[in-house]
């Protein structure tokens, strides 16, 4: 399960969002998380899911590493799903009883579009982020935004860097952990079977290997930086000046217009919207 990990990898290319900004990737973020969340009549949804396929369409990232960021969520996903379907009540009777568990058309609908949102955001924020961003440039986008807070004397440089550092190493430390299951594997481990408790109990061969091998690179890392005379982000230059392009606005102007339609999307249903198109037809 966790060779699928896909999170904090990036995947070099020259597609559209590979040549964004940086900082206008996070800001498309900001206002992809905001209608994704808000999206709540089949119309928005709908939009919701276009503009999701055309996110993951200018991406230029494989299909399977699409489907790699999602697989290890299956359970999560699964599981909201049952929960939105068996506990949301509605009105009039059921559309399935039996004993104490009642399905109604609402928790069908909770259920779909909670499956629909949550897999639209793993897929969002993987393209515009993820795998269309490197570290590098995440920090550096994360510290320009930021720049204002420094006047109150924020420590902007510092937290884009644990960032960026705690990003990169997620990769590493999920390959790490292959390693230790495949030598306590050797050693006749058994991960699969037993109780719960028993599961738990065979996790810690694992754990404690992991613990260790995490803040052993920690203290390799900073002694790394210390050796190059790191003292933060004051009075230091950047090699490569991020400079926001003209597309790159136009793009953020298209996210902006996709946002504010779908706020008002999200205010009609499908029989209003319909007739509203009747009408200028008819006209």
């Known amino acids: 399960m966790l060779k699928d990990v896909t999170f904090g990898q990036y995947y070099p290319g020259k597609s559209l969002l590979h040549r964004t900004d940086p900082r206008i990737k996070l800001l498309i973020l900001i206002e992809y998380l905001v209608f994704v969340l808000i999206a709540s009549t089949e119309l928005a949804m709908a939009a919701t899911l276009l503009f999701t396929v055309f996110l993951v369409s200018v991406s230029g990232v494989r299909f399977g590493i699409l489907i790699k960021s999602v697989k290890p969520l299956l359970f999560v996903l699964i599981f909201t799903a049952i929960i939105n379907l068996f506990f949301t009540s509605g009105e009039g009777d059921p559309l399935f009883a039996w004993k104490f568990i009642k399905i109604y058309e609402n928790g069908i609908r909770n259920a779909v579009f909670m499956l629909l949102r949550l897999v639209s955001l793993v897929l969002g924020t993987s393209v515009i982020v993820s795998f269309t961003t490197s570290p590098l440039q995440l920090t550096d986008a ?142």
């Not at 510290?143 to 960026?164: D, N, T």
Request: glycine residues 4%.
């Open 142 to 283: 994360i510290e320009s935004l930021l720049g204002p807070l420094k006047r109150i004397k924020v420590p902007v440089h510092e937290f884009a860097m644990m960032m960026s550092i705690a990003l990169r190493f997620i990769p590493t430390l999920i390959e790490e952990t292959n390693k230790i299951i495949s030598a306590q594997k050797a050693r006749c481990a058994d991960f699969e079977s037993g109780n719960v408790i028993n599961r738990l109990k065979a996790l810690i061969p694992i754990l404690i290997p992991l613990f260790v091998s995490a803040v052993r690179r920690a203290e390799e890392l900073a002694d790394a930086m210390e050796c190059r005379c790191y003292h933060g982000g004051e009075g230091r230059t950047k090699l490569k000046v991020m400079k926001a392009k003209a597309g790159d606005y136009i793009f953020l102007l298209v996210v902006t217009l996709v946002t504010v339609a779908i706020f008002f999307l999200d205010r009609i249903t499908w029989s209003e919207a319909i007739g509203f198109c009747r009408d200028i037809f008819s006209k």
